[in-house]
């Protein structure tokens, strides 16, 4: 047990427990994830390649059996993974899972700024050293999802705004004449999500602009409606009564994509997140 005199943030607490480590890896993990026994034998194996620098964990959202205002969640989750595995077998993943991941004490063992994520960092930290990071589909570990909505807002608003100072940190890595595929893959993983809402916004003004004539737009427009509909819905949701999919899929794309948006103005303000309020989660069974 480390303890510090005073809230400093995640990264600051890991910059002080830096001197305290030993070995040759270093295994990161949540307080609230629930690493699956066994999950650590297959993360560690990954690094008899010595051309891997990072293995990330293979997280799943999950809850209680009779469900979440959130569920929509898990199923975010599962894309993620499936799209972490593919860009294992390219050319290795931009970020490792923050609950579960570990890393050559060599990439691990420096001070970061406290702004920074240093899950996400660690991939990028080591592929400047020609190291990849990859995703163990094996390393299973389960994270209690966030029961709301809300509370889900207020979590992506502060991932995303630390994520695009880490971005920052390590923009030369957005070259793809030095970088290569993981520079497309770190464009699209990272910066494509994030800008999703800054095109949707004139893309909307556009379609009402053409809704009186045209008959696709004047659709597009009632699915717009709907969608905002359905986030409004969700947002006021009693957080442990289980919301229908049809309202939790649409309303969760939507409160992601304004956390994005609401997240970049942050970070180009030059805001900072390194201290946060802890999202409460209930240790809980998979759906």
């Not at 997280?59 to 009779?66: G, I, L, Q, T």
């Not at 209690?144 to 030369?172: C, D, M, N, Q």
């Amino acid at each position: 047990m480390l303890r510090l005199p005073s809230r400093g943030g995640k990264t600051a607490a890991e910059n002080a427990a830096l001197w305290l480590l030993r070995g040759d890896i270093i295994v990161t993990t949540d307080a609230s994830a629930r690493p699956a026994p066994g999950a650590l034998k297959p993360l560690i194996a990954s690094f008899a390649d010595p051309a891997v620098g990072v293995a990330s964990g293979h997280y799943v959202s999950v809850a209680h059996m009779d469900g979440h205002a959130n569920q929509a969640e898990s199923w975010y989750v599962g894309y993620d993974m499936w799209v972490r595995r593919l860009e294992t077998r390219v050319a290795g993943i931009p970020g490792a899972a923050g609950c579960f991941h570990a890393v050559r004490a060599p990439l691990h063992l420096r001070v970061l700024p406290e702004e920074i994520s240093r899950d996400f960092a660690a991939a990028l930290l080591a592929r400047e050293q020609g190291l990849r990071a990859v995703s163990v589909e094996s390393a299973i570990c389960t994270v209690p999802r966030v029961p709301s909505l809300r509370r889900e807002y207020r979590r992506k608003v502060r991932t995303i705004v630390r994520g695009w100072h880490t971005l920052a940190f390590k923009r030369s890595l957005l070259n793809p004449f030095r970088h290569g595929l993981f520079s497309c893959i770190l464009a699209s993983h990272k910066v494509c999500r994030w800008i999703v809402p800054h095109v949707a916004l004139p893309a909307l003004v556009a379609l009402v602009c053409l809704a009186p004539t045209v008959w696709w737009a004047r659709w597009c427009v009632g699915l717009t409606a709907a969608a905002g509909l359905c986030t409004a819905l969700a947002w006021w949701w009693p957080e442990h009564r289980r919301l229908p999919k049809v309202v939790a899929l649409p309303a969760y794309l939507v409160v992601g994509n304004v956390a994005a948006l609401h997240a970049s103005i942050r970070a180009a303000r030059g805001e900072r997140t390194p201290l946060w309020e802890p999202t409460r989660r209930e240790v809980e069974r998979a759906a």
